[in-house]
T-cell receptor, first 112, second 115 residues
Framework: ELKVEQNPLFLSMQEGKNYTIYCNYS?????LYWYRQDPGKSLESLFV?????AVKQEGRLMASLDTKARLSTLHITAAVHDLSATYFC????????????FGQGTRLTINP | GAGVSQSPSNKVTEKGKDVELRCDPI?????LYWYRQSLGQGLEFLIY????????KSGLPSDRFSAERTGGSVSTLTIQRTQQEDSAVYLC?????????????FGNGTRLTVT
């Protein structure tokens, strides 16, 4: 059974600082997705990572995938307040559809 | 363009009643998913529809849950004899078929409260 674990689950940081959220998963997959969720809102796609070594960047966020280590990272550079949200990684269970197994989510709070 | 639309946005029901939740996917998206988000269980896959194929129901938690998709578009998730543990946000998502580089587009969800 595929399990996906994120850490940390809660992260409070200062504006301008850098930090990394980690996503580990238990079985082989080369399809991993990052989503953002604002309070009371739905999930918004951030990144799609489809191969070992994939790296995607958008603004202050960068995501990478190491399929051999079964690890993805979401790196935040010079954080700003509007990046405060909950971030989820999700791994495709690989059964012919995007039957995603989600991590627990990382609640990120960025303080001025 | 229009996103995934779900209704109602909130539903409060008494234990034992049946509820129907509706999802209208993005036009042109042939794949439709239902997920559930709850405090205790996080985000869980429920069911998947792809075109005219038989749905993948492997995530449905009990036989009280069922879903259908009419005309390859609108979907309805039905929960019979609701229980308090059914309280959650039910999210619908759609995507293009067989395009793993196309992420799921989620609706705003239906918050179900069973009293």
């Amino acid at each position: 059974e595929l399990k996906v674990e994120q850490n940390p689950l809660f992260l409070s940081m200062q504006e301008g600082k850098n930090y990394t959220i980690y996503c580990n998963y238990s079985t082989t997959s080369d399809r991993l997705y990052w989503y953002r969720q604002d309070p009371g809102k739905s999930l918004e796609s951030l990144f799609v990572l489809l191969s070992n070594g994939a790296v995607k960047q958008e603004g202050r966020l960068m995501a990478s995938l190491d399929t051999k280590a079964r690890l993805s990272t979401l790196h935040i550079t010079a954080a700003v307040h509007d990046l405060s949200a909950t971030y989820f990684c999700a791994v495709d269970a690989g059964q012919g559809a995007q039957k995603l197994v989600f991590g627990q989510g990382t609640r990120l709070t960025i303080n001025p | 363009g229009a996103g995934v639309s779900q209704s109602p946005s909130n539903k409060v029901t008494e234990k034992g009643k049946d509820v129907e939740l509706r999802c209208d996917p993005i036009s042109g998206h042939t794949a439709l998913y239902w997920y559930r988000q709850s405090l205790g269980q996080g985000l869980e896959f429920l069911i998947y529809f792809q075109g005219n194929s038989a749905p993948d129901k492997s995530g449905l938690p009990s036989d009280r849950f069922s879903a259908e998709r009419t005309g390859g578009s609108v979907s309805t998730l039905t929960i019979q004899r609701t229980q308090q543990e059914d309280s959650a946000v039910y999210l619908c998502a759609s995507s293009y078929i067989d395009r793993y580089n196309s992420p799921l587009h989620f609706g705003n969800g239906t918050r179900l409260t069973v009293t």
